[in-house]
């Protein structure tokens, strides 16, 4: 169990967090989403003790990171693959991590073989691909089978089977009891990885809740219907007050009604009907909506 | 602790050019020892003599382990990897008491090695052509004993400045560039004003006096082992305040 509880921080005059508190519950996977510049790396490293918050702070279990003895064994966390010096080897780096903690240096080679990358141990993280820092990333993480995990953009420069297989990672983490915070700006591979979700903007909270509900809250919902006579059924509609709008001669898109109402109107005038179903937006599009008003970088329209 | 200096110890061995500056501070006096004892007429040299060339080169040695010290800690800024290091040890001060037992620890090592070597180098060369080398006492010895403990100070203060600057090239410089060129400048300058005896002052200057092989023409300095303390209180003021630094800063 993370707790985050009035995390501030300033840069200059800048509130990169202000006052951002939530708590992530084990045994799921919680998304940690917001755009660019929202303040999510920068939330997990005052988490972590990295950067020194100008008020409040995170607990895990009860506990400030700072006073953990052997934080890996409770803590695994991947803030940037990049953080490793490119003249060690990959099994040299996980080493002095696993001392530091006084885990066998055995255990370098266990994660190694369980990331998939056993027989690169050996060369110099210089050589590696973005995936494979990524894979070493995640194997430091799990050197001390803690019960937390936290990680920034874990799928960066994986390849779809690496992006499936951090999604598999996690989601069997989470099964384990673990608790599992993760940032994302892949909203497609949030929406089959997460559970939970914590989306922030320009430092502050915007919603905690569940994946279904942050759609339901904040994403588009429509009726499909597809009919020989769509045409005269959108316009009894729309007479009816709804929002029609024809995908092509037989299919409709209908906002307004539910799809009940639908029905029940197409069977009183005798119109067949070949579909009809609810239709949900995308986490995308809920995410979009949800932090229009906090976009820190808004792009211009292409002309 | 001792979790924290083994996890240090791996970092520092798993790093190549680590090796490659210690076989370079190495080799150093013991090349210009071994061309010395080869070519110098055997005779002109005994072993105070060897001493002292055994002790200024290995000022070079010293200061050398100072750039391996203070890279050490730069590029772990440089590469981020100050942030796993402090994600898996969060008590900074146990990290940075660990790099401080670890820099001194190599630079007395290092030191030490080289003195011995070079020192048991020279003379089996120069007595293999007839010359009388031994062991001197006295001064001569002392001042090898004295850069040992000048390598080890030296390592303290890269690491120190290291975790002031933070950058290798800015730190290395002003490592370099503070015996070469700031000392000189500010006794030249305090010399100007009147100040006669304000060389004796300089903290690196100071150091130089554990090295020395003859204390009687070094009767400017603090002597060998007050000017070594200077030296080793300003480093450990610099070393503090690097590890304020560290320790109240972003990581």
Not at chain 1, 131 to 144: C, E, F, I, Y
Not at chain 2, 42 to 63: E, H, P, R, Y
């Amino acid at each position: 169990m993370i707790s985050v509880n009035g995390l501030t921080k300033r840069f200059g005059s800048k509130f990169a967090v202000a006052n951002l508190s939530f708590d992530v519950r084990p045994g799921r996977v919680t998304g940690f989403l917001g755009p660019n510049g929202s303040g999510k790396s920068t939330s997990m490293r005052c988490m972590l003790g990295l950067d020194l918050p100008d008020a409040g702070g995170a607990t895990f279990g009860g506990r400030p990171y700072q006073q953990l003895e052997h934080p890996l064994h409770e803590v695994g966390a991947l803030l940037d693959a990049g953080y490793v010096h490119p003249g060690r080897s990959g099994r040299n780096h996980l080493r002095w991590l696993a001392a530091s903690n006084g885990l066998p240096l055995s255990r370098a080679d266990d994660a190694l073989s369980t990331v998939g990358l056993a027989d690169a141990g050996g060369k110099r993280v210089r050589t590696y691909s973005l995936g494979m820092k990524q894979r070493l990333g995640l194997a430091g993480v799990l050197l001390g089978d803690p019960g937390t995990v936290i990680l920034d953009e874990p799928a960066n420069g994986l390849d779809p089977e690496g992006i499936r297989w951090i999604r598999d990672v996690l989601r069997f983490l989470a099964g384990q009891g673990k608790t599992v915070l993760v940032s994302s700006h892949l909203l497609s591979e949030m929406a089959l990885m997460a559970n939970d979700l914590v989306v922030i903007g320009k430092g502050q909270l915007i919603e905690q809740c569940t994946v279904d509900e942050l759609v339901q809250r904040y994403g588009d919902r429509w009726v499909k219907v597809t009919s020989p006579r769509a045409q005269q059924l959108g316009e009894m509609l729309q007479a009816g007050g709804a929002t029609v709008q024809a995908v092509d001669d037989t299919t409709i898109e209908v906002r307004g009604p539910s799809a009940a109402e639908v029905g029940e109107l197409a069977a009183r005038h005798q119109v067949v009907l070949h579909e009809l179903s609810n239709q949900t937006g995308s986490l995308e599009d809920a995410f979009l909506k949800a932090t229009e008003n906090v976009q820190e970088y808004q792009a211009g329209a292409l002309r | 602790m001792i979790a924290t200096l083994r996890s240090e110890w791996i970092k520092f061995r798993t790093v190549r050019m680590n090796g490659v500056l210690t076989i370079i501070a190495v080799a150093f006096p013991l090349v210009i020892v071994g061309l010395t004892a080869l070519l110098i007429d055997a005779d002109d040299m005994d072993g105070g003599d060897l001493a002292s060339l055994v002790s200024g080169t290995s000022i070079i040695t010293g200061m050398l382990l100072g750039v391996m010290a203070a890279a050490g800690i730069t590029s772990e800024f440089g590469f981020n990897t100050i942030r796993p290091t402090f994600a898996a040890t969060p008590r900074r001060m146990r990290v940075i008491s660990a790099k401080a037992v670890l820099s001194i620890a190599v630079g007395a090592a290092v030191g030490a090695a080289v003195v011995v070597v070079s020192f048991a180098l020279g003379a089996t060369l120069l007595n293999g052509r007839d010359g009388d080398v031994s062991l001197p006492a006295g001064d001569a010895r002392m001042g090898m004993v004295g850069v040992v403990v000048f390598a080890a100070i030296v390592s303290l203060l890269g690491l120190g400045l290291g975790m002031l600057i933070r950058s290798t090239p800015a730190a290395v410089a002003v490592l370099i560039l503070w015996p070469l060129v700031a000392e000189g400048l500010v006794a030249g300058i305090l010399f100007a004003a009147g100040i006669e005896d304000a060389g004796k002052w300089l903290p690196y200057q100071s150091g130089l006096a554990l090295s020395n092989t003859d204390s009687s023409a070094a009767s400017d300095t603090l002597g060998r082992w007050t000017g070594g303390a200077y030296f080793l209180a300003v480093t450990v003021a610099v070393g503090a305040f690097g590890a304020w630094s560290v320790s109240t800063r972003d990581a």
